[in-house]
Each structure stands twice: as structure tokens, then as C-alpha cells.
Nanobody, 124 residues
């Protein structure tokens, strides 16, 4: 059974950085594409970034391009989201997700598995 556990959230000031981690427990991590999503208070969940099973190819939505970096470690069974130059509008609960199909990790959010989320708060 697959379980995902996010960590690394916290409270930072605008312009600072955070690195989120997603621990994958279970078999077959290298068979899953990984993605990050977020949900701000009173808003719908939104897609942030995804990475292929191999960790070679990535995709970011516009607000994440140039500031966020998604990576995947198939030895340690972790996915990461490095977030730089954080803004108050990045405040949200961040979730990692795993999917067999890389293209399922988009705005539809058709992931096979989800984590519980980690809170990121950015103050101005």
C-alpha cells in the first residue's frame, strides 16, 4: 500500500525559500510520476508541478516557473519541491501526489495517491 507524507512546510517571509519533501512508502516508487498541488484558504486546489517517473522531465505552471523546482530521488523514495522567492500569494497547504500516468498530474488532479499536506505561510 502506498502512502505519501509531506514535510518541510513552515512560516517564512516574502523572498525566502522552503524545500518541501514527500516521502513515498510502499513499492514501486520509480513507476510513479510525482506532482505537487496547493490549496489556499477559500480557493480551489491548483496544480503546481510534475515530474516523470525517471525524474528527467518536468512541467511547471506559470506561477511556479523560475521559482520552484521539482525533483525526484528514486533511491531514497522522495520527491521534493524547492521554492524560492516566495510570495504571500504562495501561502497554501501543499500536497504531493503520485500517479502512474504523468499526464494525470495536471489541473484535473487524477492522481492515484495523495499526501495529507503541509502548510506553507509566507508573510509580507
Amino acid at each position: 500500500q502506498v502512502q505519501l507524507m509531506e514535510s518541510g512546510g513552515g512560516m517564512v517571509q516574502a523572498g525566502e525559500s522552503l524545500k518541501l519533501s514527500c516521502k513515498f512508502s510502499g513499492e514501486g516508487f520509480s513507476d510513479y510520476a510525482m506532482g505537487w498541488f496547493r490549496q489556499a484558504p477559500g480557493k480551489n486546489r491548483e496544480f503546481v508541478a510534475r515530474i516523470t517517473q525517471s525524474g528527467i522531465t518536468t512541467y511547471y505552471v506559470d506561477f511556479a516557473k523560475g521559482r520552484f523546482t521539482i525533483t525526484k530521488d528514486n533511491v531514497k523514495n522522495y520527491a521534493y519541491l524547492q521554492m524560492n522567492s516566495l510570495k504571500p500569494e504562495d501561502t497554501a497547504i501543499y500536497y504531493c501526489a503520485a500517479a502512474h500516468d504523468y499526464y494525470d498530474l495536471d489541473e484535473r488532479g487524477n492522481a492515484n495517491y495523495w499526501g495529507q499536506g503541509t502548510q506553507v505561510t509566507v508573510s509580507s
